[in-house]
Every structure is written in C-alpha cells, then in structure tokens.
C-alpha cells in the first residue's frame, strides 16, 4: 500500500470513528431535543414499516377480494377510524397533556389516576358508541343495503377495544414508549390480519368483506390485551405505587375542546371517503382508497413528529421555558416539511406503478395523487402546529380552525363530487386542507406569538 493510500485510509478510520463517537453521544444524550428527535425517528421507522406492511396487505386484499368488496371493506373501517378516535371524548389524546403535568408536579396521586381511570373511561365510552352503531345498523335494517349489514355489526365489536388501544397510545408516548404505543397497532395488528387473509386464499375460504373485517376486529382485540399486559409491567416499574385520584370532571373540561378539534381533523381526514358512499359505487371508493393510501407514508412524517414532540410543548409551556418551545416548534416544523416533500416527490412520480399493483382498473387514481399532495405539502410546512395550540391551553381556537376546514370540505364535496366524482372529492379535501393549514399558521401566529412556517424570517433564523 502506498503512503497516499495509507494516509486515505487512516483519514477514512478517523472520520468514521467520530462519526460513530457522535452518534453514541447522540444516543446517550438525554436532553429534550436528543429524545425527542430519537422518539420522532423511532415512530417515523415504526410508521414506515407500518406502511410497508399495510400497504402490502391492502394491494393483496384488493387482487384476492375484487374492487366491489375491497370497496365495502374500505368503506366500513372508515367509520370504525373515525368514531374510534372520536368515541373517548379527547382523553385518550389528553394523556399528553396531563400525564407530564402530573409528573412536573410531582403528583403521584393525580398520575397514578388517569393512567387507571382514562383507560377504563375510554373502554366505557367506546362500549356505548359500539352499542348505538349496532342499535342503528339493526333498526335501520331495511334502509341499509345488505352487503353493509353484517361488516357495520363487526365494527360495533371492535369499537371499544378501539377505544382503549387509543388511550394506551396517547399514555406511552407521554412515557417516550413509542414502540409500546405503535408497534402492536401498526405492525402486529396488520401481519395477523395478513396471515388470516392469506390462509383463506391459500384454502379457498371466503375473501370478501365480513371476512377481512372480522380478521381487523381479531387481530385489533388480541394486539391491544397483550398491550395493556405489557403497559402494566412497564407503569408499575414507572409509576410508584400508591393512592389514587380520578379527577374526571377535570380531565373531560379540559379533553372536551381537544375532543372537538380532533373530531373536526378525522372528519376533515375521512369526509372525502364518507361522502363518497353517497354518490359513488363501491369500486369508485376501493379507487380513491388505493390512491390516499399510497400516500400513506407521507401522513406518517406528520405523525411521527407529532407523537414525539407534543408532550414537550406541554412540559415547555406549563415551566414558562418560551425560548426552548419557540426553537422546539421551528425544529419540529422542519422535520415534518423536508421528509414530506422528498417523500411527497418519489410518491407522486411513481404514482401509476404503484397503483397498478392493486389489480386492474386502480391506475384511474393516478392524478389524485397528484391532488391531494398539494394538501399534504401545506400542512406539512405548518409542522405539528395542531399539537402545539391544544398542548398550550389553544384548544378551542384549534376546534375552531378545523370546523372552518371541515365545513370548506363539506360544501365542496357536496359540489364538486356529483360533478367530478372522485376527482372532485380529491379537490376537495386537497382545498380544505390548505385552508386548514394558513388558519393554523395565522392562529398560532397571532395567539402564541410562534412562527409555526417552514420559512422563517432573517430576524427569527
């Protein structure tokens, strides 16, 4: 080996070994923004397999069931993702408000409460919606065409346990368990659902939709018992035991305006799909899924920094620390923006390709994914700006921003989808969500006095 190749080789050790020392450091590094970015990289990694395996599961679904049923599946679980949210009133996403305050203030009494009473809370109120939807599907009967009878009952099933799971997500993340509070939803939950799929298609059983519904309702009861097993374990080695206090007056006043603004985001998230079972067939719908769900990927950079960071703006806000929340929030808005556009770019050129792989007629969505990213980019340059208003006391002004988007998404579905169809359902939402997305710029701009925008200001940079 020469000295030239020598001297190359010995730069390259050494700049591998600082590189390998600065991100043992990283790791080791327990201040706020070292955690919270490890958290947002663990959830966004989680999300992704997540989507990986979903996306897979939903394109094998699709080529095993046809567009009719793939379509009345669609449709179905729509509902159980927007009343399952919805169904615990905002505690469930209460948790990263609550659970550092309680621990802030060193109030073991009031911590070991909630992480108790809001999981059986949430279970109750789940219990009731999941009731009411199969008094409606029963009584209603004769209205309700006969193909969407038996799949509305199973979903009445899996509401409560729904319920819970969302509870149990909304406490480990305020613990920094991002795999307890994503991994047995989003990676156990569609592998089972999977492999009881595939085994029907392997023995030429049913694949229609009261199959694949039933397999969602199975798997969703089994992955979140073993995670309540789980979280017991981790709170009781977290949590010192004691006296409890159930302050549920307290947490739904304060949940109440959260259950609002995140009613108004999953309607504002769904509507498109909702509205669509009015005006469109089954197929249409089974279209319009594959191709919002392609983009799938691009709604978990949002999540994944959301999940992480929330209960920071929480911490941040109830110790006055304005600088550290004003640098989070300006942290936060760049890792959502940057991986949404760059994901947002390969998933828009390979669009076609990808959505031939459910099976023949699906490329039709092809420019709705162009549409709807447009949506996605806007809220991705505001960042986790949601979070932010409802951790900082802002809720009813975020309900409120969500009402006026949802209401823009509303009259324009009613408009555009009978005119356009699909296309004109992705119009819709793609408008709705940028009307959203200045509303919350303006809002947190005005109320809070943060620059929530990817683009900041000399004077802020």
């Known amino acids: ?272 799909i909702l509205m669509l079972q009015a005006y469109v067939a089954p197929q249409d719908v089974a279209i319009y899924y594959a191709a919002s769900k392609t983009l799938s990927l691009v709604h978990f950079v949002s999540f994944a920094v959301g999940a992480a960071v929330a209960h920071r703006f929480s911490a941040y806000h109830v110790a006055g620390e304005r600088t550290k929340l004003e640098g989070f929030i300006a942290d936060a808005v760049r890792w959502t923006f940057w991986p949404t556009l760059a994901l947002g770019l390969v998933l828009v050129a390979l669009a076609k390709p990808i959505l031939m792989l459910f099976g023949p007629g699906f490329d039709a969505g092809t420019p709705l994914i162009w549409i709807i990213m447009i949506g996605l980019l806007a809220r991705g340059s505001v960042g986790p700006a949601e979070r932010l208003l409802n951790m900082t006391g802002q809720q009813p002004l975020c309900a409120a921003v969500y009402a006026s988007a949802l209401a823009t998404n509303v009259v324009l579905c009613m408009i555009l989808i009978p005119r356009l169809g699909i296309m004109g359902a992705a119009w819709a939402t793609a408008t709705a969500v940028v009307v959203e997305s200045v509303l919350l710029f303006v809002v947190v701009k005005r109320r809070l006095g943060l620059h929530a925008f990817v683009w900041r200001p000399r004077r802020h940079a």
Request: with cysteine.
């Open 1 to 272: 080996m020469s000295e030239t190749d020598h001297g190359r080789g010995s730069s390259f050790a050494r700049l591998a070994a600082r590189l390998a020392s600065r991100v043992l450091a990283w790791r080791r590094d327990d201040s706020d923004r070292s955690v919270a970015q490890r958290s947002a990289g663990s959830a966004f990694l989680i999300r992704v397999a997540s989507a990986g395996i979903a996306f897979v599961t939903q394109i094998l679904l699709a080529r095993w069931m046809g567009r009719f049923e793939f379509g009345i599946y669609v449709s179905v679980w729509a509902w159980v993702s927007v009343l399952g949210p919805i169904a615990p009133l905002g505690i469930a996403y209460s948790a990263q408000r609550f659970i550092p305050e309680y621990r802030m203030r060193e109030d073991g009494d009031g911590l070991r409460g909630f992480v108790r009473g809001s999981r059986w809370l949430c279970l109750a109120f789940g219990t009731v919606v999941g009731g009411l939807v199969a008094a409606a599907v029963l009584v209603f009967s004769g209205r309700v065409p006969a193909e969407f009878v038996v799949p509305f009952l199973i979903a009445a099933v899996t509401l409560p346990v729904f319920t819970l799971s969302m509870a149990q997500d909304g406490i480990a993340r305020s613990f920094d368990w991002i795999d307890l509070a994503l991994i047995p939803v989003f990676i156990v939950q569609p592998i089972l659902i999977l492999a009881v799929m595939g085994g029907l298609h392997a023995a030429g059983g049913p694949l229609d939709a009261v199959a694949a519904l039933a397999a969602a309702c199975g798997a969703m009861w089994l992955v979140t018992l073993v995670q309540t097993v789980l979280m017991g374990r981790r709170l009781r080695r977290a949590v010192p035991s004691g006296p409890r206090r159930y302050e549920v007056g307290v947490w739904l006043k304060t949940a109440l305006p959260i259950f609002l603004a995140d009613s108004f985001f999953l309607l504002l998230f769904y509507v498109d």
